[in-house]
């Protein structure tokens, strides 16, 4: 596995963008802290997943419908993007449609890849569909940069002539790709994405080595066999690609997101409290849910979904990220923030995206014991945080933030909460409805 250093924390990208007095960036929430969360949530589609899907619709002419798609603000950027790729793009309550012309654009600009970095899984769909791309370096952000020397490495072993230019990745095949053997250094999720989706419109076959895993790919890799792709080995570290001429457009239901569903599992046991999450796909969590049963959870399984209670302090949980099935990095602030008010000491090792840790420093600022030294995160629990205005820095941070102040004395204001809407679906209502006392504010903090 490739070590870390070379990377940064994940969904900040919009974190370059400057706050200015009256924007609705400046909208932070306010919570009160204290109450046990009990109820029901409904957990709709993946963030990670419906975002690639809808970049991978480019790979054929027609129309290409999407269901169980969630409400967040990730999904009007990439409908942006499509629309300005000339795809016509509707969107209704669940579900989007995505019209994909004979002759798509080719050119992703800054202003929305500065914005979301899943944009740039327009790259490969591109290339191997129109034979060219433009996409923006999604560039650094707070905490670091993210490379994009696999998805480049693997597109010219497929045959594209690939270079940066003016901050643009610009890729060309004008006589069309062609199957090879690629083995990644790490099973990034993004150039598995974005190879995979070059590699089922060229000529042969392809086979990706070291490819991730995660249930998103999976999702992804299913859509595509429903356009008329043949792909083997899904869910494995090998993905053998046989190319096809042509794929045809589809209607595909969005797999559940499992990191919205873990962020409910671990806020029940942080509160002590008692949520059924409708939709939660307990297979897909299968590490954070053992984590959370030797931290003192009760972990069920319901009808159409899993049922997570706690009636005491949790006890402090080790865990170290890893690719899937590994626990997700994705879930590092929460379990940071379990253990921040867990009995006991813990020690969190983050292994794939380095700058997760930024976040420690404003649950310091609540009166969290960490000592952060290099990938490792060392907590002592306390038994309550202390409310205070902090700020958000990705979207995970920020609901980690949030589950931070349902435990804290007082008040606690989490500015920045846009990021929490790029991932997270009705948060604010949702947390209400599970008797949290949160609520949004906007204007300039006192
Ligand atoms: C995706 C998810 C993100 C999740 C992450 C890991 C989306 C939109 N985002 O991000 O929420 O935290 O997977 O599960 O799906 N790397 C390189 N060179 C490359 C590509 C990656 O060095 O060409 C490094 C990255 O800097 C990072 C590691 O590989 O250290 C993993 O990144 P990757 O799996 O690609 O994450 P993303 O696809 O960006």
Redesign the pocket.
Known sequence: M?P?G???A??QSLSVVKLWKGSPLSERLRIVGGARLVGEVQVTGAK?SV?KLMAAALLAPGTTTIQNVPDIADVSIMAELLTRLGCTVHREAGLVSIGVPAQPGHRADYDLVRKM??SINVLGPLVARIGEAEVALPGGDAIGS??????IKGLEALGAEAHNEHGYVIASAPNGLRGAEITLD?P????TENLLTAAVLAQGTTIIDNA?R?P?VVDLGEFLITMGAEIKGLGTPTLVIQGVPRLHPTIHTVLPDRIVAGTWAFAAAMTRGDITIHGGRASDLEIPLEKLTSAGAIVTSTVDGFRVRMDSRPQSIDIATL?YPGF???LQPMVITLNAIADGNAIVTEN??EGRFMFVNELIRLGAQINVDGHHAAIHGVEQLSGAPVAATDIRAGAGLVLAGLVSDGITLVEDSFHIDRGYPNFVEQLQALGADVTRESGDLR
Request: with cysteine.
């Open positions: 490739r870390l070379i990377c940064a994940a969904d990670n975002l970095r899943a993210r490379g994009l020397d696999f998805h790490f990034s999720v993004g150039a991730a995660e998103e690719p997700p990095t994705d794939v995206f």
